[in-house]
């Protein structure tokens, strides 16, 4: 085997959990609603929800880390009345330890925070654990995987972004298919136990290729909420990415 911290972009394929007949993954739906309409947010999440989502992605941003602003604590809490998949609540925030508890008060079910952020990367992953919630760690496109190397064993999932974040509809950067590819990778290795997750440019043309690299679960804001009915959509794309476990590379 291959050192897992030196594939490249051929090898990942190679590497990749989905074997011929060997790939079991659940592959899960993760809609944003950074490109839903926001005057018709209930409506649009339990068009997603009919369309196969298994969680919906809530992507919470601060003018400071990113260069936009989204929502915070209490549009959360409203969505909490409305759906009741887990909130995955994607904080783009510096000093997110200031705010995990309100998330946490308001519904939120599954929180992830930037390494970039962090500099108590498992003090903040133990608080969000200490509220009972699914603990997550992201890494922008310039972070390489090995920063995530003492905390892998500590947290529930890990999220890749393919884009630079802030803003939805961006272009999937190919390169974080090798960085699936290594955490998938390192995980069988070290015999650890959490999911990938991917954010960024997912749409039919690049699925595909993402789920075969090893993301399991799949954030998709412009190709669910951007044209066309969310419903269909949200089928549409969980049916394609359900369908790259079963081929055969
Ligand atoms: C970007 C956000 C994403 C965004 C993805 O900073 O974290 O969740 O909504 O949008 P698409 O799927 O359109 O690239
Ligand atoms: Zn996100």
């Given at each position: 085997?291959?050192?897992a911290?030196?594939?490249?972009m051929v090898?990942?394929?190679?590497f ?9 993954r659940?592959?899960e739906?993760?809609p ?11 409506d649009?999440i339990?068009?997603?929800e009919e ?5 919906m992605h809530l992507d919470?941003m601060?003018?400071?880390?990113v260069?936009n ?8 809490a ?6 009741r998949?887990?909130l ?14 309100a998330?946490?008060e ?5 929180i992830?925070?930037?390494?970039e952020?962090c500099?108590?990367l498992?003090?903040?992953v133990e ?8 603990a ?11 920063t995530?190397s003492d905390i892998l064993?500590f947290?529930?999932y ?5 884009v630079n974040?802030?803003f939805?509809?961006?272009k ?12 998938a990778t ?10 990938i997750?991917?954010d960024g440019?997912?749409a ?7 789920v075969?690299?090893g993301?399991e ?5 412009n190709a669910?909420f ?7 959509q ?6 394609a990415?359900?369908e790259?476990t079963?081929?055969?590379v």
């Amino acid at each position: 085997m291959a050192d897992a911290t030196h594939l490249s972009m051929v090898e990942f394929l190679r590497f990749s959990p989905s074997l011929p007949g060997g790939d079991t993954r659940l592959i899960e739906l993760a809609p944003s609603i950074l490109s839903a309409d926001f005057a018709h947010l209930a409506d649009q999440i339990h068009a997603a929800e009919e369309g196969g989502a298994a969680l919906m992605h809530l992507d919470v941003m601060d003018g400071h880390f990113v260069p936009n602003l989204t929502i915070g604590p209490p549009v959360v809490a409203s969505i909490r009345k409305v759906t009741r998949l887990p909130l995955d609540c994607h904080l783009m925030i510096e000093n997110p330890n200031d705010f995990i508890p309100a998330f946490a008060e308001a519904g939120a079910d599954w929180i992830s925070v930037h390494q970039e952020v962090c500099v108590h990367l498992h003090r903040t992953v133990e608080l969000i654990k200490h509220h009972g919630l699914q603990a997550g760690v992201v890494i922008n496109p310039a972070t390489p995987v090995e920063t995530l190397s003492d905390i892998l064993e500590f947290v529930d999932y890990v999220l890749v972004m393919s884009v630079n974040p802030g803003f939805g509809g961006q272009k999937f950067i190919r390169h974080s298919l090798v960085k699936l590819a290594k955490l998938a990778t390192i995980r069988g290795q070290r015999g650890l136990n959490f999911r990938i997750e991917v954010d960024g440019g997912v749409a039919m043309d690049t699925v595909v290729e993402i789920v075969r690299a090893g993301a399991e679960i799949l954030v998709a804001g412009n190709a669910v909420f951007g044209e066309g009915h969310p419903k269909e959509q949200a089928a549409k794309l969980l049916k394609a990415a359900t369908e790259a476990t079963w081929q055969q590379v």
